[in-house]
């Protein structure tokens, strides 16, 4: 599939699919690629078009070419810090049921040093003294579990880095 300009669109495009939206390209189904978060055996059911994760709209998936698609920048996968930034812009809508914490760790689209992003609460009890549980994703490897706003700041991932096991959220 390609943009309107004739150019092929390709995983990890950053893109505009209408203005004030921004996101990038997580699969695409017209070309046989898929990444990590949105692998082949979860998506290809929708065999066609690309599927793209944006601020506005969270998932889309155009199963044609869209004329107001663009091209923004073109680059490898999504670092943490660009993970946390589109987080921010999802969990942090007007009516969003998200909501951060009192303290700089816990605001949603926070990033801790291990690459573990906030995206805040939805007033769960968490299992330390007076604690909420928080939804973490984990800016490398994509795995989401709930942590403790206490641990937020040294959370690491159940996934990827040995963390302790993830809380319901
Ligand atoms: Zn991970």
């Known amino acids: 599939m390609n943009y309107a300009t004739g150019e092929p669109i390709r995983v990890w495009d950053r893109i505009e699919p209408w203005p004030g939206c921004s996101g990038v390209v997580v699969a ?27 601020t506005q709209a969270g998932l889309i998936h155009y199963p044609e070419p869209d004329t107001e698609l663009t091209l923004v920048s073109r680059g490898g996968p999504l670092r943490p810090e660009e993970w946390a930034e589109l987080r921010r812009h999802q969990f942090s809508r007007h009516r969003s049921e998200w909501r951060s914490g009192s303290g700089p760790s816990v605001q949603i689209g926070f990033l801790n040093p291990h690459s573990q992003i906030c995206t805040g ?49």
């Open 28 to 54: 695409s189904p017209d070309t046989g690629e898929y990444t990590q978060r949105f692998p082949r055996e979860k998506w290809s059911y929708l065999q066609r078009g690309i599927l793209m994760d944006t």
């Open 121 to 169: 609460h939805r007033g769960k009890a968490g299992t330390d003294h007076l604690q909420l549980v928080y939804r973490v994703e984990c800016g490398l490897c994509g795995h989401v579990y709930g942590a403790n706003g206490s641990d937020m700041h040294e959370r690491r991932c159940p996934a990827c880095q040995n963390g302790a096991p993830g809380l319901e959220y």
